[in-house]
């Protein structure tokens, strides 16, 4: 099988699974382009162009099996620009969706990478998305845009992305399973995330301040991906944490030694995301032994069941509720209580290899089969 994966954003999450997907089939023949993650609106738009007029067009008039894209990539231009790829059986991957995105104060809307998605959705023959919770978002958020749009718009649209849409999470590397437990009776959290609004700073900040008022002794990581600009909770963070002599390490880690070496070290990982789309960090620090503290909606419930802290439009309510859990958390290491912590190895390449392999090959043989 001769494949061409693209991925037009290609950010961690991205790479992780552009990277796991094709050492996880390795008797297929892979050909991989990627176009850097920054300039966002930039890159959603522009990759069609980038692609479909620079020196990668040669590249994509070869003949392919299949055709493997992220949802970054603007498949209907792409298409138009290199004709020949209509023609190619094509799987969609669906990180994320445009349609869930809690938007800051200053951001301005925009309906066009919703569109986008949609346009990408109807020309895939197979679409992927990293948890159900993507799917629905999705579905729901088109369906919401498409009864705001004019007139002209066909019937059956969501019906045609839900038929031929399936649920393949981002897999774990295996060695995430066999990181090594670092004991200790000092409660040790982490927070693992982009420093970005999104992610909740405040939800942390206000959380922190409740827990540290039960003058339990602690530790709490706090790294992930940084940028030029941060939110300046984080520096409110930092500050709060050196007074209660809590603070672990501190920002990007480099290494992934030295990261998997925290997460080993840790009892609890926590989420204050006001979305995620699977909380592929999260999953990971769990199947490093990590309970997870995190929200009991977005795409948690399906990897954890209930039970989780529940989120509101109140960050006071979000941070009691998150202080609470972590306050069940340290006492159970306080007093040596064995944690439960649920079991992710479903989640790994080493289960879901095959399931990939099936689900794209019966893409593109269904597909030839349509077209032939």
Request: aromatic share 10%.
């Amino acid at each position: 099988m001769k494949v061409l994966l693209l991925s037009a954003y290609d950010a961690d999450s991205h790479k992780r699974w552009r990277r796991g997907l094709v050492s996880a089939i390795p008797h297929w023949q892979w050909t991989q382009l990627t176009l850097p993650p920054r300039f966002f609106s930039w890159r959603i738009r522009g990759n069609s162009l980038s692609w479909g007029r620079g020196e990668a067009r040669a590249l994509m008039e070869q003949p392919w099996d299949l055709l493997v894209v992220t949802s970054m990539v603007d498949l209907a231009s792409l298409r138009g620009l290199v004709p020949c790829l209509a023609h190619v059986p094509t799987a969609v991957y669906f990180h994320e969706n445009q349609f869930s995105y809690p938007r800051s104060e200053n951001a301005v809307a925009s309906v066009e990478p919703q569109i986008l998605n949609i346009y990408s959705a109807l020309c895939a023959d197979c679409i992927l998305f990293n948890s159900e919770f993507n799917r629905s978002s999705l579905l729901d958020g088109a369906a919401e845009l498409l009864n705001k749009l004019p007139d002209q718009v066909p019937d059956g649209i969501c019906d045609e992305i839900q038929s031929k849409s399936w649920v393949l999470p981002v897999p774990l590397e295996s060695s995430t399973f066999s990181i090594e437990r670092i004991p200790s009776t000092r409660p040790t959290f982490i927070w693992n995330h982009r420093w970005e609004y999104d992610k909740g700073p405040d939800i942390l900040l206000a959380a922190l301040r409740r827990f540290g008022r039960a003058q339990i002794p602690f530790t709490c990581h706090v790294v992930g991906q940084q940028f030029r600009r941060q939110p300046a909770e984080f520096a409110q963070i930092r500050k709060l944490l050196q007074k209660l002599g809590a603070l672990g390490a501190w920002g990007y880690q480099e290494q992934l030694p030295e990261y998997r070496r925290l997460l080993g070290q840790s009892h609890g990982v926590i989420s204050t995301a006001r979305h995620d789309f699977q909380g592929l960090a999260v999953l990971e620090a769990v199947a490093a032994g990590c309970q997870p503290l995190v929200p009991d909606n977005l795409a948690y419930p399906e990897w954890f069941g209930g039970g989780g802290w529940r989120y509101s439009d109140d960050i006071e309510s979000c941070a009691a509720n998150l202080s609470a859990a972590m306050l069940r958390c340290a006492r159970g290491v306080r007093d040596c209580v064995t944690a439960h912590v649920p079991d992710v190895q479903h989640l790994s390449w080493t289960h879901m290899a095959g399931e990939y392999e099936v689900r794209l090959r019966n893409c593109a043989d269904g597909a030839r089969g349509v077209r032939a």
